[in-house]
């Protein structure tokens, strides 16, 4: 019996170059490993819709999102972003992305306690600008769309990849509506970081033990806050085999993070979504099984909410 809901669509892999400098395979290898090994059927991948233009422009500049739309963005934009070489699958690709984060969000908004996107929340994205793989922030579409209905006042973004949410932070930078929490590597990109409402950065290789001791101490602070939905950005980048991380965490390590974030949110009670973030490691399938790691662990959450 599916009693979690996670979305994906081929594009996320297919609308890529495949000889863009970005792991291209992980979310078809990823989408692959979990219909393997979930054989109890508690994971149920479904195929987002598009987002739509009057979405996207709830966050982001008319100018940015029509030129992006047209092919039209500078030489210089577009290397900011990367993902490079473009090609044209690349905007329904986009758009798919935010629209199963949309998806995801829809099902809490419904009453569903957790939900996932099987992709970045894409937190380097500015309202007029994309940045290192990020072209709409859809971590902040969702909170925009969220907050529009009556019975949600405040977002947590509880950002644990491991480079700074700073497109998410200048966003909603003096925005009480939204919390913006990132942990982070302190000399990771971005290296000119932006202002969180709380952030934690961590020295190059960072172990387990005082990763998790940190979080635990963020993960209390917080609950003193007040919130009706929480977005879980769940990069798995600060694993010790990541390309770009520069952390030392293990897969243990980073499956213990999840089980703390899980276990936290049950004792609140707020309906919680899970954006995938990062993951460059090498071999990739150190990556994919991090974050099959992580959706086993939602769907085990998933279940014993519908249990009680």
């Known amino acids: 019996?599916?009693?979690?809901?996670?979305?994906?669509?081929?594009?996320?892999?297919?609308?890529?170059?495949?000889?863009?400098?970005?792991?291209?395979?992980?979310?078809?290898?990823?989408?692959?490993?979990?219909?393997?090994?979930?054989?109890?059927?508690?994971?149920?991948?479904?195929?987002?819709?598009?987002?739509?233009?009057?979405?996207?422009?709830?966050?982001?500049?008319?100018?940015?999102?029509?030129?992006?739309?047209?092919?039209?963005?500078?030489?210089?934009?577009?290397?900011?972003?990367?993902?490079?070489?473009?090609?044209?699958?690349?905007?329904?690709?986009?758009?798919?992305?935010?629209?199963?984060?949309?998806?995801?969000?829809?099902?809490?908004?419904?009453?569903?306690?957790?939900a996932g996107n099987m992709a970045g929340g894409t937190h380097h994205a500015f309202r007029g600008e994309g940045a290192g793989y990020c072209i709409f922030n859809a971590l902040a579409v969702s909170a925009e769309v969220a907050l529009m209905q009556s019975n949600i006042n405040r977002v947590l973004i509880l950002d644990l990849d491991v480079h700074q949410g700073d497109g998410t932070a200048e966003i909603f930078a003096g925005d009480d509506r939204v919390l913006t929490v990132s942990l982070h590597g302190e000399n990771n990109f971005p290296f000119r970081k932006k202002v969180s409402d709380l952030d934690v950065g961590f020295a190059d290789g960072t172990m387990d033990d005082q990763y998790l001791a940190e979080l635990d101490r963020v993960l209390n602070r917080l609950a003193n806050e007040e919130f009706d939905l929480i977005f879980f950005f769940s990069g798995v980048d600060g694993l010790n085999s990541d390309a770009l991380g520069l952390l030392n965490l293990s897969r243990e390590g980073l499956a213990r993070r999840n089980r703390k974030v899980f276990r936290w949110r049950r004792t609140l009670g707020v309906p919680l979504l899970i954006f995938m973030g990062g993951g460059y490691a090498k071999p990739i399938d150190d990556t994919v099984d991090a974050f099959c790691d992580l959706f086993i662990e939602g769907a085990k959450e998933a279940a014993f909410a519908a249990s009680v």
């Not at 892999?13 to 692959?32: I, K, N, W």
């Not at 991948?45 to 029509?66: F, G, S, T």
């Open 1 to 114: 019996m599916f009693s979690f809901t996670l979305y994906y669509h081929p594009l996320y892999s297919d609308g890529l170059d495949r000889t863009a400098r970005f792991p291209v395979d992980r979310y078809r290898l990823l989408a692959e490993r979990l219909a393997q090994i979930d054989i109890e059927q508690k994971i149920r991948i479904k195929e987002p819709r598009l987002a739509e233009r009057n979405e996207i422009l709830l966050i982001h500049e008319q100018d940015y999102v029509d030129r992006f739309i047209s092919g039209s963005l500078t030489d210089k934009e577009v290397r900011r972003i990367g993902l490079k070489p473009w090609k044209p699958e690349i905007v329904p690709r986009t758009f798919r992305l935010v629209g199963g984060a949309l998806e995801g969000l829809n099902d809490l908004l419904c009453g569903g306690v957790i």
